[in-house]
């Protein structure tokens, strides 16, 4: 099974997702089955952030002084016997609600967008080779398409 547990550290956050731990959640559970880990307990963080931190995690750990839309660390460590801990995603808001005048629905499926890409790149997908952008595109696009067909069990959220 896999998790993931929720922060925000940007109030804006919730004025577009009420619930954020129950909506990530639920994204992952229309995941397609090679992603749910069911004999395995899985679990990442994903930090709902803004430009000002995710700027500062960027120059840090990554020696680039910009903000982005997400960033990704894979730890990949096991904690015990059937636990692991994949790593750490965070989004930022301003990248998120671009333009201002997004809707609702449209933010939230670019959101679970880059959700998903985050999530590969704890995997170990990358994008730094051409051959790897296709292959990780590819599947982020699959995993989003089969997310979007269900996205009426999450919107409310």
């Known amino acids: 099974m896999i998790r993931v547990e929720v922060f ?16 990530f959640n639920k994204v992952l ?15 990442f963080s994903l930090l709902l952030s ?14 680039k ?6 960033l990704s660390f894979p730890l990949n460590k096991k904690i015990n016997k059937n636990k692991y801990y994949l790593g750490d995603i965070i989004i930022s808001y301003q990248f998120m609600n671009k333009p201002k005048s997004i809707n609702n629905l449209n933010f939230k499926k ?15 997908y990358d994008h ?5 952008y296709i292959k990780m595109y590819n599947e982020e696009l699959k995993i989003f398409e089969l997310v979007d067909r269900k996205i009426d069990k999450i919107i409310k959220i």
């Not at 925000?8 to 909506?23: Q, R, V």
């Not at 670019?110 to 170990?124: N, Q």
């Not at 730094?128 to 790897?132: F, N, T």
């Open 128 to 132: 730094l080779r051409e051959k790897d």
């Open 65 to 70: 002084n910009k903000s982005t839309d997400v």
């Open 8 to 23: 925000d550290d940007n109030l804006s956050w919730k004025k577009k997702i009420k619930k954020t731990s129950i909506f």
């Open 110 to 124: 670019k959101v679970i967008r880059i959700f998903i890409h985050g999530f590969l790149h704890l995997l170990g």
């Open 50 to 63: 803004d430009n000002k931190k995710i700027k500062e995690l960027n120059k840090k750990f990554r020696k």
């Open 29 to 43: 559970s229309l995941f397609p089955e090679k992603y749910k880990f069911k004999k395995k307990n899985i679990s």
